[in-house]
């Protein structure tokens, strides 16, 4: 098998955006390819159909996410507080054909989600944004996650200090089962019991 194989299993448009957009991963603070991957993989064996991610960037996660939704028949939430990144994510999704399923929403994300609707319920949740505010997203985010709901947070090794409030609750919480796992940066797998 190929590095490449999933990535080929795109469309060459799609191929050309994201390898485009990981020439610029350490200017966006994009996820790494094996960590997409991963994400996309996961989202499709949960079949997962309410995806939130807070912090979308130029949309290289995002991608990968709806592409995985197209397959499951989901929906993507995003949030950003860079306008521009926002717009050029916007374009970008645009252009892999899968804006129709992706709804953007600029702004703080702990002010939207203070906000958000008591019904709204994500059945997988990742975050890649300021990383000290990744206890606040978790606690904010808790209650729209549905039971058997994935959470996960990237950088939690390589932003470890910056995380760990976050690593420390969702190991505690009652509620989770959590790994760490050893992808680029490190990415906080977690299951809501």
């Known amino acids: 098998m190929t590095k490449d194989f999933l990535l080929k299993s795109f469309d060459v448009v799609t191929q050309n955006k994201l390898l485009e957009l990981e020439k610029t991963q350490h200017e966006f603070w994009n996820i790494s390819r094996a960590t997409a991957e991963f994400l996309y993989t996961q989202i499709i064996l949960s079949g997962s159909k309410n995806v939130l991610e807070i912090g979308t960037s130029n949309g290289y996660s995002g991608i990968w996410l709806s592409k995985a939704l197209k397959k499951t028949g989901g929906h993507l939430t995003t949030i950003e507080f860079y306008p521009k990144r926002q717009d050029i994510a916007v374009e970008n999704f645009k252009e892999c054909g899968t804006f129709d399923i992706i709804t953007p929403i600029i702004g703080k994300a702990c002010e939207i989600l203070k906000d958000m609707p008591d019904n709204e319920v994500f059945d997988f ?69």
Request: proline residues 6%; contains cysteine; aromatic residues 10%.
């Open 125 to 193: 949740v990742f975050v890649d944004a300021n990383k000290r505010e990744s206890i606040d997203y978790f606690n904010l985010i808790h209650p729209h996650l549905k039971k058997g709901g994935i959470y996960t947070c990237d950088n939690v090794l390589s932003h470890e200090e910056k995380v760990r409030p976050f690593i420390e609750a969702i190991n505690a919480h009652p509620d989770y089962e959590n790994v760490v796992l050893n992808l680029p940066a490190g990415l906080s797998f977690a299951r809501k019991l």
